[in-house]
């Protein structure tokens, strides 16, 4: 991009952000009773485990109402009333529960049920409440989130980080900030079509990006071009062919509902080529990929190619809320700029003391990604399904064909949900399996065993699904 350059571009941004008073600024509050020492530990005093425990069980072993198992089978709607209705929890005297082996969360490494997030949660609840109740930029940024930033920019090798109230409302405020700089760039304040923004995204990419790059579109700062799944030839044309002179590619990293990986060392090739600004959604791979569990840019060994990194805390780290990686520039005209960030309210204290605890024991836990991908090699092993990551689509084809896959597996016991449109296009219905670090070699086989009995792998796809775009 020669004098466009992204670095450049940014800085720009920001600099008129200033120049006009509106650069916002995160201003921590520190909670009481929260000394210095406290705030710059590496977490040696969390407690760690070297392998599963028997409290590890209870983030895949779930039960549901008898009433609510009854009408699953049937598929009658519900809104989940039958959960809390007296009759719906007892009959004589005794509890009416069916349990079931939870094989469709996102729980990836079973930190949830973990006893020292848990811990870290509850005491930050017992000292501070929920903590101050306000957006970021009011009231509601603390120096526990400075903490969990400061952790999560260290573990994607970033130079600084945002924490947002979820990874839905961190893809929509990354989007609309990076559309932002044509309007902010442009004189009129109103961008011609060569100082637009073009956004290259791919066809299967998650519904927080559509969103975001449409509002964004809405906006009038953004040109869109949807590029073939994972179809690098494609996405090589259509950036070659495009004129306009700031780029932006932006892919889900692992794919949320074909469990494939994006090409990431064609990406970063292509960047290097086209001088494009690479944004990855790494909601499915932080935690999970990577020796240290830096996400799927450190598993193809080019984190240095990403320039922004969008994550969750609400999958593998078993908390909730989600974050943008980026440098200190991004971060102030994200925080400056993106909507969803700025008028939501923060995490509260607890879920973020939670989520640097999650941080810290996933990092010292390596034996939850060892056991995870494990996982993965038995069941690739034992039903001869051709999978690449914990996230395994059986494409069945129409509707009916899932409910009535996901009807058997729920009367032999397994939670796995039939994913249907408008999730997923139609004639792609599926069964979504998910594997976790603290699910069992038996409970694999298992598993095995009651899909054996109610799909015909011969007819049904495991690869994934190259389908029109979304946009």
């Keep these: 991009m020669a004098d466009n350059s992204w670095d450049k571009c940014v800085e720009k941004a920001v600099n008129v952000l200033e120049s006009r008073q509106v650069l916002r600024s995160l201003r921590p509050i520190c909670m009481s009773r929260q000394n210095d020492e406290g705030m710059v530990n590496e977490g040696d005093e969390y407690e760690v485990f070297d392998g599963m425990r028997q409290w590890d069980r209870t983030s895949v072993e779930v039960s549901v109402s008898i009433p609510t198992f009854h009408k699953w089978l049937h598929d009658e709607p519900s809104n989940g009333e039958e959960s809390v209705s007296g009759d719906a929890l ?18 990836y490494l079973g930190l949830s049920s973990h006893p020292t997030i848990a811990s870290a ?3 930050a609840v017992q000292e501070y409440g929920m903590g101050p109740k306000g957006s970021a930029l009011i009231c509601g940024y603390t120096t526990y989130h400075r903490l969990l930033e400061s952790s999560l920019a260290e573990l994607k090798k970033k130079e600084d980080c945002l924490v947002c109230p979820t990874g839905f409302a961190a893809n929509m405020a990354a989007m609309v900030a990076i ?24 066809a299967l990419n998650h519904a927080s990006i559509i969103d975001g790059i449409r509002l964004a579109e809405r906006q009038g700062n953004v040109e869109v071009f949807v590029y073939r799944h994972c179809d690098m030839y494609h996405l090589n044309s259509l950036l070659s062919s495009c004129k306009m002179k700031r780029k932006v590619v932006v892919t889900d990293s692992l794919f949320s509902m074909d469990g494939d990986f994006a090409p990431m060392e064609e990406l970063s090739q292509l960047r290097k080529e086209h001088g494009f600004l690479l944004v990855i959604d790494d909601a499915h791979g932080t935690f999970v990929c990577g020796e240290n569990g830096g996400g799927v840019a450190e598993q193809f060994n080019c984190e240095a190619d990403v320039d922004l ?15 943008i990686a980026c440098s200190k520039k991004w971060k102030q005209l994200i925080q400056s700029r993106g909507r ?29 990604r060892k056991a995870i991908w494990e996982r993965v090699k038995e069941f690739e092993a034992l039903s001869g399904v051709q999978i690449s990551s914990p996230i395994i689509s059986l494409v069945v084809g129409n509707q009916e064909r899932a409910l009535q896959g996901s009807r058997y597996l729920l009367k032999s016991g397994f939670h796995v949900m039939a994913i249907r449109p408008p999730t997923v296009p139609p004639n ?7 594997l976790s670090a603290t699910h069992t070699t038996e409970d694999v086989k298992k598993l095995i065993t009651a899909l054996s009995s109610c799909l015909d792998y011969s007819n049904t796809t ?9 946009l």
């Excluded at 495991?462 to 775009?469: K, R, V």
């Design 462 to 470: 495991h690869i994934p699904s190259y389908l029109s775009p979304k």
């Design 90 to 107: 007892t009959e004589g005297g005794k509890e009416r529960f069916k349990k079931l082996l939870l094989f469709s969360g996102n729980d």
């Design 121 to 123: 949660a509850a005491s």
């Design 179 to 202: 559309g932002s700089v044509a309007s902010l760039l442009a004189a009129s304040g109103k961008p011609l079509m060569n100082q637009k923004v073009a956004i290259f995204s791919d």
């Design 309 to 323: 990194c969008v994550g969750t805390l609400s999958k593998a780290a078993g908390c909730h809320g989600g974050f």
């Design 428 to 434: 792609s219905c599926r069964l979504r399996v998910t």
């Design 340 to 368: 969803s960030f700025i008028f939501s309210t923060a995490i509260p204290v607890p879920m973020a003391a939670a989520a640097y605890a999650a941080v810290v024991v996933a990092r010292k836990e390596g034996w939850r």
